[in-house]
């Protein structure tokens, strides 16, 4: 015997009874080491000393099912379950070690003696049905628990076990209707009933989703089916599941936990969504939070396009004399915001408001609104209007707005210059990207000034393409071939081909012009890998490999490069052998 085996059994006999439980803490480390033999005679030492020592013997449990030794547990049970008939734990254990030996009969007549002693428990039958779930035996488990359920009645009777049962076996519609007999039952299992439910395989969320929402289901059911949509990112849907829910008293508390799952999403209507999900808190919370509530739920509507509601929740907000300071500001805000958003003759009133310097706008929130004005300006062709709206700010925001203004004018040096000032990170990624792209293309423009090229790049922002096309290729023509001209003519290429249809051609057209020109610059080898694109889109894959080809053979330092191999593998994949 092993000196750490012999201290252990030295240490249970001479030590007192009430001490004895210090002695598992051996046991316990031989099993934590794997020493499984050694543990069970520690444990086996302990349960000789004291029949009803539940640690020990749940110790016996564990490492003598992994000797294989199961059947010494038996009687070690049954003499302590005697000596203690109304110990739950020796009661479930007893169950266990009838499923480990298979012995389904002794089983079932231990779990319904227990039962007899305790009949108005459904412990009896829950852990009949678990001892069996542990060994994969479903529908085993799954009549146990139904006996319990027809022999104590109500349909919420052992519904998360039988719920947990079907999603083991893959039963996932059985275990939504099980889900939503506990949430009736019992409303703190709604959040583990979504938790459960939203790992069901995606061609099944269909069905989920009609047992949850049947014409029985009652409102908490069905908001573990707005949840579900929500996670599985249908906002829209959500909405018009969860919204008819609100008449009873849960009814705030639900509509935050929407509002807080509807934000963890980041597509426009889960803005919306979230938006009108505030909406309705706000009315159900005390002023001052409701006035917070309803200036968050505005911005979220904004998100989400959804102008006419947010202009709707701001009635009153914003000029109410009773609400707090800060939710005044975010209410005037988000108003402003709407009405910049709406544009038209809206924009001269959000502009007398922004000029109005008692309006209690905060500066920042200032700073966002004369940008976004400008930019409306923008859009709208207003340059010098656009320009006054960002007024002296000097953030990098507003220095890189004013970069695209002289840009629009065609004052290209102008335009450099303030990309340059802002730097390569101002803004989001995506302005900061369109603007790295602009330099690139200014470098090649040898000129300072090029009204032309200005005015098509303003078509081109003001949504109107076709004429933008048409503008560049005439802004290129008055460029020399190496100073710019190739470069403008890509992007007109580019925004043809995004068009498509019709405008292919011209795409086209526009690409084999740039190819033959060829030349030093990053013009030649992306108008090649767009052509390319253009050709494998249509289906013409075998006409888009040479173009690839001859790019990567003729531009080999081209940073298109890596992007027009794994195109070119996408194109003869495409390609069947013959």
Same mark, same amino acid.
């Given at each position: 015997?092993?000196?750490?085996?012999?201290?252990?059994?030295?240490?249970?006999?001479?030590?007192?009874? !009430?001490?004895?439980?210090?002695?598992?803490?051996?046991?316990?480390?031989?099993?934590?080491?794997?020493?499984?033999?050694?543990?069970? #005679?520690?444990?086996?030492?302990?349960?000789?000393?004291?029949? %009803?020592?539940?640690?020990?013997?749940?110790?016996?449990?564990?490492?003598?099912?992994?000797?294989?030794?199961?059947?010494?547990?038996?009687?070690?049970?049954?003499?302590?379950?005697?000596?203690?008939?109304?110990?739950?734990?020796?009661?479930?254990? =007893?169950?266990?070690?009838?499923?480990?030996?298979?012995?389904?009969?002794?089983?079932?007549?231990?779990? *319904?003696?227990?039962?007899?002693?305790?009949?108005?428990?459904?412990?009896?039958?829950?852990?009949?049905?678990?001892?069996?779930?542990? /060994?994969?035996?479903?529908?085993?488990?799954?009549?146990?628990?139904?006996?319990?359920?027809?022999?104590?009645?109500?349909?919420?009777?052992?519904?998360?076990?039988?719920? =947990?049962?079907?999603?083991?076996?893959?039963?996932?519609?059985?275990?939504?209707? &099980?889900?939503? /007999?506990?949430?009736?039952?019992?409303?703190?299992?709604?959040?583990?009933?979504?938790?459960?439910?939203?790992?069901?395989?995606? +061609?099944? /969320?269909?069905? %989920?989703?009609?047992?949850?929402?049947?014409?029985?289901?009652?409102?908490?059911?069905?908001?573990?089916?707005?949840?579900?949509?929500?996670?599985?990112?249908?906002?829209?849907?959500?909405?018009?599941?969860?919204?008819? #829910?609100?008449?009873?008293s849960d009814a705030q508390a639900s509509l935050k936990r929407f509002a807080d799952l509807a934000g963890t999403l980041t597509t426009p209507e889960a803005h919306r969504v979230r938006g009108l999900a505030l909406t309705r808190w706000a009315a159900l919370i005390p002023w001052p939070l409701a006035a917070r509530a309803r200036g968050e739920a505005v911005r979220e509507l904004l998100e989400g396009r959804d102008r006419v509601t947010a202009r709707r929740v701001l009635e009153g907000l914003a000029t109410d004399s009773s609400a707090p300071?800060?939710?005044?500001?975010?209410?005037?805000?988000?108003?402003?915001?709407?009405?910049?958003?709406?544009?038209?003759?809206?924009?001269?009133?959000?502009?007398?408001?922004?000029?109005?310097?008692?309006?209690?706008?905060?500066?920042?929130?200032?700073?966002? *609104?004369?940008?976004?004005?400008?930019?409306?300006?923008?859009?709208?062709?207003?340059?010098?209007?656009?320009?006054?709206?960002?007024?002296?700010?000097?953030?990098? #925001?507003?220095?890189?707005?004013?970069?695209?203004?002289?840009?629009?004018?065609?004052?290209?040096?102008?335009?450099?210059?303030?990309?340059?000032?802002?730097g390569p990170y101002a803004t989001d990624r995506a302005a900061a990207t369109d603007r790295t792209a602009m330099m690139a293309l200014l470098q090649r423009v040898q000129q300072e000034s090029s009204p032309e090229l200005g005015a098509a790049l303003l078509t081109l922002a003001r949504g109107d393409s076709t004429n933008a096309i048409a503008g560049l290729r005439r802004a290129a023509g008055h460029l020399p071939v190496q100073g710019g001209r190739l470069e403008v003519l890509l992007v007109a290429g580019q925004v043809a081909a995004h068009?498509?249809?019709?405008?292919?051609? #011209?795409?086209?057209?526009?690409?084999?012009? %740039?190819?033959?020109?060829?030349?030093?610059?990053?013009?030649? +080898?992306?108008?090649?890998?767009?052509?390319?694109? !253009?050709?494998?889109?249509?289906?013409?894959?075998? =006409?888009?490999?040479?173009? *690839? &080809? /001859?790019?990567? *053979?003729?531009?080999?330092?081209?940073?298109?490069?890596? &992007?027009?191999?794994?195109?070119? =593998?996408?194109?003869?994949?495409?390609?069947?052998?013959?």
């Amino acid at each position: 015997m092993k000196p750490s085996l012999k201290l252990a059994l030295f240490l249970l006999i001479a030590v007192p009874a !009430l001490a004895r439980g210090q002695a598992l803490s051996p046991g316990f480390e031989l099993e934590r080491t794997g020493r499984y033999a050694d543990a069970a #005679t520690v444990y086996l030492t302990i349960v000789r000393a004291d029949p %009803i020592n539940i640690p020990a013997l749940l110790g016996l449990e564990r490492v003598l099912f992994v000797l294989n030794r199961m059947p010494e547990l038996l009687p070690l049970v049954q003499n302590a379950r005697a000596r203690a008939p109304d110990n739950v734990a020796l009661r479930s254990l =007893e169950l266990r070690t009838y499923a480990a030996l298979n012995e389904a009969d002794s089983l079932e007549t231990a779990a *319904l003696r227990w039962a007899a002693v305790a009949p108005q428990s459904d412990a009896p039958y829950r852990e009949w049905g678990l001892a069996l779930v542990d /060994h994969r035996m479903w529908d085993d488990a799954r009549r146990a628990y139904l006996i319990g359920r027809k022999t104590l009645g109500g349909e919420g009777t052992l519904a998360i076990e039988l719920a =947990e049962l079907e999603q083991r076996a893959g039963n996932w519609e059985a275990s939504a209707r &099980e889900w939503a /007999h506990a949430v009736a039952r019992s409303p703190d299992a709604a959040p583990n009933a979504a938790s459960q439910l939203a790992e069901s395989p995606a +061609p099944l /969320h269909d069905h %989920i989703i009609r047992v949850l929402t049947g014409s029985d289901a009652r409102p908490r059911v069905r908001r573990i089916a707005a949840e579900l949509l929500l996670t599985w990112g249908q906002p829209a849907q959500a909405w018009s599941v969860f919204e008819p #829910t609100l008449s009873d008293s849960d009814a705030q508390a639900s509509l935050k936990r929407f509002a807080d799952l509807a934000g963890t999403l980041t597509t426009p209507e889960a803005h919306r969504v979230r938006g009108l999900a505030l909406t309705r808190w706000a009315a159900l919370i005390p002023w001052p939070l409701a006035a917070r509530a309803r200036g968050e739920a505005v911005r979220e509507l904004l998100e989400g396009r959804d102008r006419v509601t947010a202009r709707r929740v701001l009635e009153g907000l914003a000029t109410d004399s009773s609400a707090p300071t800060e939710a005044h500001s975010v209410a005037q805000s988000a108003l402003l915001q709407v009405l910049i958003a709406d544009g038209g003759g809206q924009l001269d009133v959000a502009e007398r408001q922004l000029a109005d310097s008692t309006s209690g706008l905060a500066a920042d929130d200032r700073a966002a *609104l004369r940008l976004a004005l400008a930019k409306a300006r923008i859009a709208r062709g207003e340059l010098d209007r656009a320009a006054a709206a960002l007024a002296n700010d000097s953030s990098v #925001t507003a220095v890189a707005q004013r970069g695209w203004i002289a840009l629009y004018r065609g004052d290209l040096k102008g335009a450099m210059e303030s990309f340059r000032q802002a730097g390569p990170y101002a803004t989001d990624r995506a302005a900061a990207t369109d603007r790295t792209a602009m330099m690139a293309l200014l470098q090649r423009v040898q000129q300072e000034s090029s009204p032309e090229l200005g005015a098509a790049l303003l078509t081109l922002a003001r949504g109107d393409s076709t004429n933008a096309i048409a503008g560049l290729r005439r802004a290129a023509g008055h460029l020399p071939v190496q100073g710019g001209r190739l470069e403008v003519l890509l992007v007109a290429g580019q925004v043809a081909a995004h068009l498509g249809g019709e405008h292919d051609v #011209t795409a086209i057209a526009l690409f084999d012009e %740039i190819v033959r020109a060829g030349g030093e610059g990053a013009a030649p +080898p992306a108008a090649e890998l767009d052509w390319a694109r !253009l050709l494998m889109r249509e289906g013409r894959s075998g =006409e888009a490999i040479p173009h *690839l &080809e /001859h790019l990567i *053979l003729t531009y080999p330092s081209s940073a298109v490069v890596p &992007e027009a191999r794994r195109e070119l =593998e996408r194109a003869k994949g495409a390609i069947p052998k013959s």
